[in-house]
């Protein structure tokens, strides 16, 4: 009956973890000659465990251990994204779990790779502070104490903390993207791209923008085009002389524009406006003449093809900001400080001529830079603070799965999942209104149509704290059944890879070569606070809903790459409430009450969790 299904949630127990640990011994008996994915492997195995088994003693290890792998694993591979992930989850750890002897431990790896890997000794030495205070018997809190000392005293003076600029290492911008090389990048270039019929006319059609003070996404759509997409990206810097804005440019191959496609003036906090022309017989450039931009990411959304221009810009330096926190930087000794979001300054770029698309139009001035907005850091005694500060989970935005043409799974009886997630959505929606002060909306309160990276565009700009995307799973056997809960990331799990394919509409060959570039998509993303929301999320939905489905089956947190969960800035997850498929478990999905017990117990979970963070 459970054929080859991956591990049963309730089988992450302690032998599950003791494989793992041994696996990763043999693995570092021979660091140097893995193979990339072996280290994968092993991140994911301690990954598992800590999301499912939150509460065992053995999960601050498994924690501890995923970031020691990932660290190593940046050693031999260079990537930002391992090194991010080291530091995001040895920062995660004493937060999580203060009083386990790896917080410590965990605290000083943080503060080591600062100093060491990112070169950014301020806030290294403001980890080390910290964790003497409040770990001053361990061993971690002598070393800290000797790195301080050898770092001498500047890293010590006040004056140094208020007016530090963000890390200097720029590590938070993508690689890809960084603008000293201006390397062309091929998409989908693991994927010879074959060159569309000339019958076969790709057209750019259209071009949407959603945007508010932080963020723009721009969709370029093409006319019903569903094959690969070739393009080259270029940033140019400021041309005073010119009197040219900084510009981000597109070049989309073997592409035609729509004659009836016209410029779009914006002028929004991100971008003055978007021009599109035929550059020649094969090419047509997008150019997107830039106000503010600290960040960008470009990438291709298949079935049908679009691409996607996400342009982030540091948030406004408004007031009430600036009060918030200074109190905090008060009443939180010592003030570490966190830099949200990648520096500001724009990046500059060796220029290249020959750019067909010059307008007269007055250039506004550079932006002044300014000051990155300090949040306090989320440790434990800063929270109730963060809290009562409004710094805290205040908006949620809840997404209905699918809906209007596309039906989504059809399962048991001709169920529809788009009919019951709507349901479900509405009902935590309506539970999170009675019951919390959280501000929710919805993707879609109707059985309208919506396109994925819409949804996420919704919830960057109603400025959502948290993004909970719900579906229901399907199964070519009706045996299979269970409920998971999804983060976005890579995954090596075939079934997680199979979810993804469904939800994104796309093949598995497509999910593969989605992989190949969402290290690059993921930096600035919050993954580990997107785990531990699928973590209390699913709990609560699972533990509660045992009591209305006995027979429910725990197939646990997971990870894979969905489209809908791509470019969102905050903690985010896709819930699969159950396989209506099955006949047992799509019989309940068809009752309402059951939907209803869904739903509280979702919005349980996610008010526990804002409660928390
Ligand atoms: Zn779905």
Redo the contacts with the bound molecule.
């Keep these: 009956m459970l054929l080859s299904a991956p591990l049963l949630g309730n089988e992450y127990n302690e032998d599950y973890f003791f494989g793992v640990k041994s696996d990763y011994e043999r693995l570092l008996r021979n660091e140097s000659t893995q193979f990339r994915s072996a280290w994968l492997k092993v991140i994911e195995g301690f990954e598992l465990f800590y999301l499912n088994r939150p509460d065992s003693p053995l999960a601050p290890e498994a924690m501890y251990n995923a970031g020691d792998a990932y660290f190593r694993l940046y050693r031999l591979s260079s990537k930002d994204y391992d090194l991010e992930q080291s530091l995001s989850t040895f920062r995660t750890l004493p937060r999580r779990y203060a009083d386990s002897e790896k917080a410590p431990d965990a605290a000083f790896q943080a503060g080591r790779l600062y100093e060491e890997e990112k070169n950014d000794i301020l806030l290294a030495a403001r980890l080390y502070e910290q964790l003497i205070e409040r770990y001053p018997r361990s061993q971690a809190a002598v070393d800290a104490l000797q790195r301080l000392d050898a770092m001498g005293d500047i890293v010590r003076s006040p004056a140094n903390v208020s007016t530090r600029r963000p890390s200097a290492t720029r590590s938070t911008v993508p690689t890809l993207e960084d603008p000293a090389v201006v390397k062309p990048t091929q998409v989908a270039a693991t994927n010879p791209v074959p060159s569309p019929a000339a019958s076969e006319e790709v057209e750019l059609i259209k071009v949407d923008t959603f945007s508010n003070a932080e963020y723009t996404r721009a969709v370029l759509r093409f006319n019903g085009f569903d094959g690969d997409i070739s393009l080259k990206k270029h940033w140019l810097r400021e041309d005073r002389n010119l009197g040219m804005p900084p510009r981000l440019f597109v070049d989309l191959f073997n592409v035609r524009k729509s004659e009836k496609l016209e410029n779009l003036e914006l002028d929004n906090t991100q971008l003055q406006g978007i021009r599109m022309a035929q550059y020649d017989r094969e090419t047509v450039r997008v150019v997107f003449d830039i106000n503010s931009v600290s960040d960008f990411k470009v990438f291709v959304l298949q079935n049908p093809v679009r691409v996607v221009v996400d342009l982030i810009s540091e948030p406004e330096p408004d007031p009430m900001a600036v009060t918030r926190n200074l109190l905090v930087a008060a009443k939180t000794p010592p003030p570490v400080a966190q830099s949200i979001q990648a520096p500001a300054a724009p990046p500059a770029a060796g220029s290249r001529g020959g750019e067909v698309l010059l307008a007269e139009r007055s250039k506004l001035p550079a932006s002044d830079e300014p000051e990155p907005l300090q949040l306090a850091s989320l440790e434990p005694r800063a929270i109730s603070l963060a809290k009562q500060l409004g710094l805290g989970v205040n908006t949620v935005v809840i997404d209905a ?2 809906g209007g043409r596309d039906p ?2 059809v399962g048991f009886n001709g169920l529809l ?1 788009k009919d019951v ?1 709507l349901d479900i959505a509405l009902k935590t929606a309506a539970y999170l209104r009675r019951n919390s002060d959280l501000t929710v909306h919805l993707t879609r309160e109707t059985d309208k149509f919506l396109p994925l990276e819409a949804r996420t565009a919704i919830a960057n700009t109603k400025r959502a704290d948290l993004f909970v995307s719900i ?2 799973n399907a199964f070519r056997d009706p045996n299979v059944h269970g409920l998971e809960t999804y983060y976005l990331n890579i995954t090596s799990d075939p079934r997680a890879m199979e979810v993804a394919a ?2 994104n509409a796309i093949s598995q060959k497509s999910v593969s070569d989605l992989q190949n570039i969402l290290n690059d998509l993921m930096l600035n993303t919050k993954i580990n606070e997107s785990a531990i929301l699928a973590q209390v999320v699913h709990n609560d939905m699972f533990h509660g809903i045992r009591r209305h489905h006995p027979q429910a089956r725990n197939a646990g947190i997971k990870k894979a790459p969905f489209y809908v969960l791509i470019g969102a800035q905050m903690p985010s997850i896709l819930i699969e409430t159950g396989f209506i498929t099955n006949p047992r478990e799509g019989t309940l999905l068809a009752q309402e009450s059951y939907r209803q017990a869904l739903a509280e117990n979702i919005a349980k979970g996610i008010i526990r969790y804002a409660e928390n963070h």
């Design positions: 799965g699918h989504g799974a999942e997630v579906h229901t469904r939800e």
